[in-house]
């Protein structure tokens, strides 16, 4: 009698121990909602985990219109963006980067706000995004020099991402964002709403087929508007890297130049080719 009591007690003090560890196991964060911090041009809510390091190559080519003349853009006026990205904690990631069009050099934050979680309780994720691009060009890209100050080089862009990952083979996101240029070209807002769409499709073991689409939503004092951001590829990851090529209409690589400045339209088969490498430290 006296061993089934001390039976039943352990079994008691156990049990929810059991299940207070089994509700913590369901309660971890869905593991990579998307392999990459960036899909194509737009960041995704993933990021570097602390004290990681990521080194991003974003390369576009130029459009394919002049057909073999160029070799469909390959010999034609590309752009490129270097970047570094740290991750300061799993949620805090800050980073770098330099563009050869403009000669952009911008800086970039992305904070994970909340996580989807495996028991469901959190059914998405969602980070913010943000960054300041400071244009390295002449004066005389400005305007009159004589109305030239030097905040008017400076753009920003925010982002909330949310996402979700419905199953190990599907992962869609949403980003609302705002653009703010201190400095425009006549017609153009300087304060912008935007919206971005965007997800992963796995295909074949680490391979995926991945899209966004962009559109600027604020109306421009102008009679020909930006044109809407289109982009389809495929992606290649390892433990270490993230190989990505795709065809996108947009060449700017940074987030507010391809939503205010984009004047190519997929439909009439202006379109170029690029990729991103990300390599992780």
């Known amino acids: 009698m006296k061993n089934l009591f001390f039976l ?25 909602t998307f392999d990459a911090s960036v899909l194509i041009d737009n960041q995704t809510v993933n990021g570097p985990y602390k004290g990681g390091i990521e080194f991003n190559i974003l390369h576009r080519f130029g459009t394919v219109k002049n057909g ?5 853009g390959i010999y034609a006026p590309s752009n490129i963006r270097l970047g570094l990205n740290y991750g300061i904690s799993d ?3 800050v980073g770098a980067g330099s563009t050869k ?23 998405v994720s969602l980070s913010y ?13 400005f305007g009159p020099e004589d109305q030239y100050r030097g905040i008017h080089r400076f753009s920003y862009f925010s982002q ?31 304060a912008n709403f935007t919206i971005h769409a965007g997800g992963r499709a796995k295909v074949i073991g680490y391979s995926s087929i991945i899209f ?14 930006p044109k809407p951001n289109l982009s389809i590829g495929y992606e290649i990851v ?44």
């Open 8 to 32: 039943m007690l352990l079994i008691f003090v156990a049990l929810p121990t059991f299940a207070q560890e089994q509700e913590v196991t369901e309660d971890l964060p869905v593991d990579a």
């Open 68 to 72: 073999i003349t160029d070799i469909y």
């Open 91 to 93: 949620k805090i990631m």
């Open 101 to 123: 069009d403009y000669k952009l050099q911008d800086f970039q934050w992305k904070y994970a706000v909340l996580q989807q979680t495996q028991s469901g309780k959190m059914p």
């Open 129 to 141: 995004y943000g960054n300041a691009v400071l244009d390295a060009r002449a004066k005389d890209a």
């Open 160 to 190: 909330l991402i949310v996402a979700r990952k419905f199953n190990d083979k599907f992962s869609f996101q949403v980003a609302p964002g705002f653009v703010y240029y201190n400095a425009v070209e006549e017609g153009l807002k300087n």
């Open 212 to 225: 966004e689409y962009d559109q600027l939503l604020t109306q421009q004092d102008t009679e020909e508007q």
């Open 238 to 281: 390892t433990g270490t890297h993230a190989f990505q090529v795709f065809a996108a209409n947009y060449s700017g690589i940074i987030n507010q130049r391809n939503y205010l400045y984009n004047s190519n339209d997929f439909a009439s088969g202006e379109f170029l080719f690029g990729f991103n490498i990300t390599v992780r430290f």
